[in-house]
């Protein structure tokens, strides 16, 4: 996926909500502070979001334009609209996001480190690998990303794993060539 697409999904789950804003929190969002990210953090067809002002309007959004939908057959990605409860994020990340605007409709986007922080609280193996080459790269910095985790509502003990996880990353990317 790439930032037009971005563009586009947003333009089109705006149209179908009838809404003029929707938040963008997957692995795509990446794009609204660096549209020119790596190819790595680019390889997902999904865009998650959710209309933020008719969040009633989820279902009606998936419908028409989610996997195997004729959007998703015409275009090459798709929408996952879902609720952005489901993602675990930091206080104050709807003050940090990250505006994609196109033909007055806007795309919300986490920003870079309340990215990080949520896919590392999945802690997949496809959140750590997209973390580490925002790491690699020098998408995020580690000490506001560990202080992000450090917000984030889940266990202590988790949320201490999640961090060393983070210095270790870190300073094993510093030391390769």
Same mark, same amino acid.
């Given at each position: 996926?790439?930032?037009? @697409?971005?563009?586009?999904?947003?333009?089109?789950?705006?149209?179908?909500?009838?809404?003029?804003?929707?938040? $963008?929190?997957?692995?795509?969002?990446?794009?609204?502070?660096?549209?020119?990210?790596? /190819?790595?953090?680019?390889?997902? +067809?999904?865009?998650?979001?959710?209309? /933020? *002002? /008719?969040?009633? *309007?989820?279902? =009606? $959004?998936?419908?028409?334009?989610?996997?195997?939908? #004729?959007?998703?057959?015409?275009?090459?990605?798709?929408?996952?609209?879902?609720?952005?409860?489901?993602?675990?994020?930091? #206080?104050?990340?709807?003050?940090?996001?990250?505006? =994609?605007?196109? *033909? &007055?409709?806007?795309?919300?986007?986490?920003?870079?480190?309340?990215?990080?922080?949520? %896919? &590392?609280?999945?802690?997949?193996? %496809?959140?750590?690998?997209?973390?580490?080459?925002? +790491? %690699? *790269?020098?998408?995020?910095?580690?000490?506001?990303? =560990?202080?992000? +985790?450090?917000?984030?509502?889940?266990?202590?003990?988790?949320? @201490?794993?999640?961090?060393?996880?983070? @210095?270790?990353?870190?300073? %094993?990317?510093?030391?390769?060539?």
């Amino acid at each position: 996926m790439n930032r037009d @697409q971005l563009e586009h999904a947003i333009r089109a789950a705006c149209a179908v909500a009838e809404d003029t804003e929707v938040y $963008v929190f997957g692995s795509q969002a990446v794009l609204g502070q660096f549209p020119m990210a790596p /190819k790595e953090l680019l390889t997902s +067809i999904e865009v998650d979001l959710q209309p /933020k *002002n /008719k969040p009633e *309007n989820t279902d =009606v $959004v998936s419908g028409s334009l989610g996997e195997e939908s #004729p959007f998703h057959i015409s275009f090459g990605f798709y929408v996952d609209c879902v609720s952005i409860e489901l993602a675990t994020l930091p #206080p104050g990340w709807e003050e940090r996001t990250v505006a =994609v605007e196109s *033909n &007055l409709l806007t795309g919300h986007c986490l920003d870079v480190h309340d990215l990080a922080a949520s %896919k &590392l609280a999945a802690y997949r193996d %496809k959140d750590r690998v997209f973390v580490s080459v925002l +790491i %690699k *790269n020098g998408m995020v910095d580690v000490q506001t990303l =560990v202080a992000r +985790i450090r917000g984030l509502p889940m266990d202590p003990s988790i949320r @201490q794993s999640r961090c060393d996880w983070v @210095q270790a990353t870190a300073a %094993k990317l510093t030391r390769e060539p």
